[in-house]
């Protein structure tokens, strides 16, 4: 099985801020990677897909790239509306495995 | 959209059924998955179902103790978790992937709260 493994898992920023988490695969999963923003009580949001593209509506702050084992999500002026936990996705063989998550605090 | 039926409160050893009813797309075009999230917890896939010929996929975890079904009349997805322990208590969401099962899961449900207690 396919292990992502998401860091950090914590991080505390300011508004402005640019704010870098990476997802790295335990094999190459070509550009098959996603990400999702979820705030406290609500359900998760999708962001990105197949690393670098931006879900039509989602602000252009926010990108993805890589490829292979290694990936990366940008948020380049961290706003308020924006502190929350990010989770990176891979499907492959049957079975779905999200990232442990980075939760995104105000500094 | 997807609508999730209302919260559940159930003893140890029973079983819930979840329903997710789809609207707005062609049910039968798009893979569903349930996700769960305990209190505090991250994100945890549970399975998928294609709603076109009913076929499933289920985490290993759960294998042995979930049933994904639907019902194409109604547009609807089920989710039944037997065999319920305190450690079950969660969140449970139904999101809609894609055209392939490898797509992104582009619309949730708005959750469900099954709490097991005695």
């Known amino acids: 099985d396919i292990q992502m493994t998401q860091s950090p898992s914590y991080l505390s920023a300011s508004v402005g801020d640019r704010v870098t988490i990476t997802c790295q695969a335990s094999q190459d999963i070509s550009n098959y990677l996603h990400w999702y923003q979820q705030k406290p009580g609500k359900a998760p949001k999708f962001l990105i897909y197949?690393?670098?593209n931006l879900e039509s509506g989602v602000p252009s702050r926010f990108s993805g790239s890589g490829s292979g084992t290694d990936f990366t999500f940008t948020i380049s002026s961290l706003q308020p509306e924006d502190f929350a936990t990010y989770y990176c996705q891979h499907y492959d063989n049957s079975l779905l495995t999200f990232g442990g998550g980075t939760k995104v605090e105000i500094k | 959209q997807l609508v999730q039926s209302g919260a559940e409160v159930k003893k140890p050893g029973a079983s819930v059924k979840v329903s997710c009813k789809a609207s707005?797309?062609?049910?039968?075009?798009?893979?569903m998955h349930w996700v769960r999230q305990a209190p505090g917890q991250g994100l945890e896939w549970m399975g998928i179902i294609n709603p076109s010929g009913g076929s499933t996929s289920y985490a290993q975890k759960f294998q042995g103790r979930v049933t994904m079904t639907r019902d194409t009349s109604t547009s609807t997805v089920y989710m039944e978790l037997n065999s319920l322990r305190s450690e079950d208590t969660a969140v449970y969401y139904c999101?809609?992937?894609?055209?392939?099962?490898?797509?992104?899961?582009?619309?949730w449900g708005q959750g469900t709260l099954v709490t097991v207690s005695s």
């Open positions: 999101a809609r992937g894609g055209v392939g099962a490898n797509r992104p899961l582009s619309l």
């Open positions: 707005g797309y062609t049910f039968t075009v798009f893979y």
């Open positions: 197949d690393a670098s």
